[in-house]
């Protein structure tokens, strides 16, 4: 996957830039997913991804093929997303909320008592996670929703594998124990 | 598998039911205790990922048969290509446009105090021994006639010295 993308971006250096739209196809689902979660604003993730693939694509020809292109990706979208929350004044408490719902999946018919309950804790951890110190609750986004590895996420946020580690487990203990508490 | 390879399973979308992991749970109640902490956690991140994806879903992502939209709007933002700085460089860029800001304001000054040194009309033109009453009426760029009428080359220079140079006496 990591050659294949370097591959694909030295020919996109060359002159290939429709191979570029490749890439956003590549990563936008996962670049949303970790937008809307920081963010917590579905307007404001849009616009921080479509910014970090053009300042991507802009830059094209500062990328280095010694590190890997999701690395240099996500570096692009997490700095973006923190300018965008500074720029917006983050708000702590705001999450996707109703004026926000996702589209219905086909097939949905309405859940059940165990769905609803599942649905609000999910709520309940994405207002949690705003508390968090922003080094792990990035980490657990990236892990997450971006599903990158523990060596790409040391990569991306420059610490070392076991403190990315640490990062995640430390904010998921946290997320535990904020839970237990809120539910007592 | 050992324990730290256990929390990579534990944290991975699907790894949670792995087999691997199972049996790494039968002999090592730490992990085991670690999951049972976690899970509440780990299930709402996995329906968050799941909510968060269904976002996703609505936002378009180019195919390969429609118009790229990125390569529609990217010529006019391949411009230099941006830099991403540091915190302590952004505070000292930001240092830099106050400083270049200040300068900027103190040039315009000093240029506008010169320029209307320069541009306030003088009353008189020092008395030349050779011309006592010239006045600035006399200077030979406002009446050129006068280098013709007999004006030596020096008396020319001293009227432009007198009008151009200031900090005369």
């Known amino acids: 996957m990591s050659h294949d993308e370097r591959d694909l971006f030295l020919r996109i250096q060359r002159g290939e830039t429709a191979r570029f739209d490749e890439l956003v196809r590549r990563y936008q689902p996962k670049f949303l997913r970790f937008a809307f979660s920081k963010l917590g604003n579905r307007e404001a993730a849009v616009d921080a991804v479509q910014e970090a693939f053009l300042s991507a ?13 999701s690395t240099w990706m996500w570096t692009i979208l997490i700095n973006l997303c923190r300018r965008h929350g500074e720029r ?61 590895s523990y060596e790409e996420i040391a990569q991306t946020m420059q610490s070392s594998l076991s403190g990315a580690k640490k990062r995640v487990k430390l904010g998921l203990l946290a997320l535990a124990e904020r839970l237990r508490q809120h539910e007592e | ?41 780990l299930t709402g991140l996995q329906m968050e990922g799941e909510t968060l994806a269904q976002h996703a ?77 010239y006045t600035i009426r006399d200077c030979n760029w406002v009446n050129p006639e006068l280098v013709s009428s007999g004006f030596d080359g020096r008396n020319v220079t001293l009227t432009c010295v007198a009008c151009h140079l200031p900090g005369r006496n």
């Not at chain 2, 949670?16 to 002999?27: A, G, K, N, T």
């Open chain 1, 57 to 69: 694509f802009a830059a094209r020809d500062t990328y280095r093929s010694e590190y890997a292109v």
């Open chain 1, 88 to 148: 917006a004044g983050r708000r702590q408490t705001e999450t996707l909320d109703a004026r926000h719902e996702p589209p219905a999946r086909a097939g949905d018919t309405g859940g059940g008592l165990q769905k609803l309950l599942l649905e609000e804790q999910s709520e309940m951890l994405s207002r949690l996670m705003t508390e968090l110190p922003e080094p792990q609750s990035d980490a657990i986004r990236l892990r997450f929703f971006g599903d990158l």
């Open chain 2, 1 to 41: 598998m050992n324990c730290d390879q256990a929390f990579d399973e534990m944290t991975r979308a699907d790894g949670r039911q792995s087999p691997e992991l199972m049996q790494h749970f039968e002999r090592c109640p730490r992990c085991r205790e670690m999951a049972q902490v976690l899970a509440p956690v």
């Open chain 2, 57 to 133: 879903e609505g936002v378009p992502v180019p195919s390969r048969h429609e118009t790229p939209r990125l390569t529609a709007l990217a010529p006019d933002r391949d411009g230099p290509a941006p830099v991403f700085l540091t915190r302590v460089h952004q505070r000292s860029a930001l240092w830099l446009k106050v400083a270049s800001v200040c300068i900027a304001g103190i040039g315009t000054i000093i240029g506008a105090m010169l320029l209307s040194a320069r541009s306030a009309p003088e009353p008189l033109i020092p008395s030349s021994s050779a011309h006592p009453h």
